[in-house]
């Protein structure tokens, strides 16, 4: 009877133990870290509301589609209609650069891609990094450079926000260029804080376009907490076992 429970208490270990290990993630070294409210429909509303207003210009999100942001996001469809939508596109159509590929890639040298997957190639903490990253730069074309992008082709498109600010470098010992500090040149519409604050909606904005299932898989986090328990249980009673066959064998 004992070893029924103790393979029982395995075979269930054995089952749980792959799943559990998928909670964690990685991440990217040396930049600002970033908590994303992936919870918070306000949150994600605001970052959908900067990304149509500032990015869908440019950028496309083929991947969704109007009618499942509106359902995913809780805004309804007729203010997504009126508010969120300046070309002719439908409820149920895909999110589109309003530019035509071809004249943003005249105008850019590169298209800017689809932003639909940048949320998983790129992790949150770098996308949150480089948007705050921006620096006024003479010497690009655009006028902008980049310190986690080094001369990326993409404008500083929320300077109004921001402000403008300028990058001074330090040179190491082995002659190597060294980002030290930003300095402040104009502010802003925003202080420090609330752009870091908009950066981080605009960021879970993108996180959950990568991935939309991920907002019910933030809903399960609770069940994923009541399984870990379970498993804790199980690994108690099978020790517990264990060391009652040790005591008894002496
Ligand atoms: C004026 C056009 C334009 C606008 C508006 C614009 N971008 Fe870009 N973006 C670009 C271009 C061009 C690139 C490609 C840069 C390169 O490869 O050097 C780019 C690159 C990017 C990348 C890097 C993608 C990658 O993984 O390499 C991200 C992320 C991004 N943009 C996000 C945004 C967001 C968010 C907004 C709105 C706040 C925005 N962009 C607005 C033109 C634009």
Redesign the pocket.
């Known amino acids: 009877m004992r070893n029924v429970m103790k393979k029982t208490c395995i075979a269930l270990l054995c089952a749980f133990l792959p799943l559990s290990a998928q909670a964690a993630g990685g991440g990217s070294a040396n930049l600002e870290h970033v908590e994303i409210r992936l919870n918070d429909t306000h949150s994600l509303q605001n970052g959908a509301k ?2 149509v207003n ?2 869908l ?3 496309s999100a083929d991947y969704m589609r109007y009618n499942r942001l509106s359902a995913d996001l809780d805004i309804p469809e007729e203010i997504v209609l009126r508010d969120m939508i300046s070309s002719d596109a439908k409820i149920g159509d895909p999110m589109t650069a309003v ?1 035509p590929v071809k004249k ?1 890639a005249e105008w ?1 040298g ?4 689809d ?1 639909s997957l ?1 949320g998983r ?2 992790d949150a903490k770098w ?1 949150y990094n ?2 705050i990253s921006f620096y006024v730069d003479p010497d690009s074309v655009s006028g902008w450079n980049n310190t986690v ?1 080094e ?5 500083h ?2 300077a109004d926000l921001q402000g403008r600010r300028t990058a001074v470098f330090t040179t190491d010992e082995d002659g190597q260029k060294k980002f030290d500090r930003f300095e402040v040149q104009t502010e802003g519409q925003m202080s420090d804080e609330e752009f870091k604050s908009a950066m981080k909606d ?1 960021t879970g904005f ?1 996180v959950y376009v990568g991935e939309p299932v991920k907002l019910k898989r933030v809903k399960y986090g609770i069940y994923v907490m009541l399984f870990l328990f379970v498993l804790a249980f199980l690994s108690w009673m099978l020790k517990t076992e264990y060391w009652r066959d040790i005591k008894s064998s002496h």
Do not use: K
């Open positions: 900067i990304f500032y990015c210009g440019c950028h530019m943003s850019f590169v298209t800017p891609p932003l940048t190639l790129r996308l480089y948007f992008f001369n990326v082709a993409m404008p498109v929320l605009l993108l």
